[in-house]
């Protein structure tokens, strides 16, 4: 049957001309934005997935930049190390020459003065950004290494690098003085508050270094003092700094705390001026101590080498403070090399990451090309047979004259 009003012919044509159209519409998109899969729309499994590794690509930018600073760092501390090694060996020469008999050992005395002096002022300007690994001013540093992804969630990784103290500090054991340190079986409820966070001279910042504060109590804490917090089986470090007031030094204890696992869910730690409180928050009872050590460092003799007097104890003496020196060195080396191995793979999984979001969502340009010439061609086929299908009812006419 051949009815003017119903053309079935012309429908399919018509339904078959707009999918060539629709494909040829999405094919060109294809060609001009390079993806395949640029909007949800076009793949929403795909693009979440090239989404989420985008975002992971950025991540492994700012940690390359991490990896970069901490090499940087690295890199100034273990010159200032190699440094304080050649003058270490140069003092050495003297120190052995000073062991004869028709030498001036006062001029020698002189010379190995003056290098000391130049040891102190390597080892206090080797900083990077305000950070420095050789003063004893540092325990360790954490760099930012790695941004590893489960299921479970995404979490961050470092590289924890240890300091190395060549100042010439000398140091002596604190004892507790005045305000509470320590406690037992600390149960809920029973917050402890530790005293006698109080600095040389006072109240205030700490100006400077000062050696001949007395020990055996906490009111002479000075530049170089390590302090220990103790919660349970969380421990945490802090070094005291110069310029460092008593807020800022509980400050440093309650974040030594926190980045070594304590939960301030169940422990509530809160600052004072020059006291922290500690409140336990759990149902088991745990001991909550301070410890505190004078700062040492490992060229602490420096000072008192004696070639006048002691010429062959200052041997000694040297042989010693070399070493430390040269491990120090070989340590920062060590973690250097770890750093600039972790940034170059972290390039390289950056460069894979790109890699794979682009087999997902970027358009293959030779199948596209291809794609397109059928698809232009289906569209002119499609053209003429949707002619021809309205001209059908041309035909009609002739069984009407």
């Known amino acids: 049957m051949s009815s003017i009003l119903t053309n079935t012919s012309a429908m399919v044509a018509l339904q ?4 060539i159209n629709a494909n040829l519409n999405k094919t060109q998109a294809d060609i001009s934005t390079g993806k395949s899969v640029a909007t949800a729309k076009d793949n929403a499994a795909v693009w979440a997935i ?28 273990r010159n200032a190390s190699e440094s304080v090694t050649k003058l270490l060996t140069e003092m050495k020469g003297k120190i052995v020459a000073a062991q004869a008999e028709n030498v001036d050992r006062s001029k020698i005395q002189a010379d190995i003065d003056a290098l000391t002096d130049q040891i102190e002022s390597v080892v206090g300007a080797a900083q990077f ?93 000075i530049a170089g003092d390590k302090i220990t917090l103790n919660i349970g089986s969380v421990s945490g470090s ?14 440093g204890l309650k974040n ?58 200052a041997l000694n003496a040297i042989e010693g403070m070399l070493q430390t020196s040269i491990d120090a060195a070989a340590a920062f080396g060590s973690s250097q090399k770890r750093i600039d191995i972790q940034n170059e793979f972290v390039s390289n999984l950056t460069d894979s990451l790109k890699t794979g979001i682009g087999v997902m969502v970027d358009t293959d340009m030779e199948e596209a090309s291809a794609r397109l010439q059928a698809l232009q061609v289906q569209q002119q086929l499609a053209t003429q047979a949707l002619s021809i299908a309205n001209q059908q009812p041309q035909g009609l006419l002739s069984l009407f004259r």
């Open 238 to 251: 802090y070094i005291v700094q110069q310029g460092d007031t008593a807020d800022s030094l509980v400050s």
């Open 16 to 19: 078959t001309m707009k999918g």
């Open 129 to 221: 950004n305000g950070l420095n690994l050789v003063d004893g001013s540092q325990t360790s540093v954490n760099v930012l290494a790695s941004l590893d992804r489960s299921q479970s969630g995404v979490t961050s990784s470092n590289i924890t690098v240890q300091a190395q103290n060549l100042s010439t500090n000398a140091g002596a054991a604190l004892t507790a003085g005045g305000g509470t340190l320590s406690a037992a079986n600390v149960v809920t409820g029973s917050p402890v508050t530790l005293n006698g966070f109080t600095l040389q001279g006072g109240a205030g910042a700490l100006a400077a270094d000062a050696p001949t504060a007395t020990p055996g109590n906490l009111t002479g804490i």
């Open 50 to 77: 090239s989404k989420v590794m985008e975002s992971d690509v950025e991540g492994f930018k700012g940690i390359s930049d991490s990896l970069s600073v901490g090499s940087a760092t690295l890199t100034v501390a």
């Open 256 to 313: 030594a705390m926190t980045q070594n696992g304590l939960s301030d869910s169940d422990f509530t730690l809160t600052l004072g001026t020059g006291a922290l409180t500690v409140a336990n928050n759990t149902n088991q009872s745990v001991a909550i101590s301070v410890g505190t050590t004078r700062g040492t460092g490992g060229l602490a003799g420096l000072n008192t080498i004696d070639v006048v007097n002691q010429p062959a104890n």
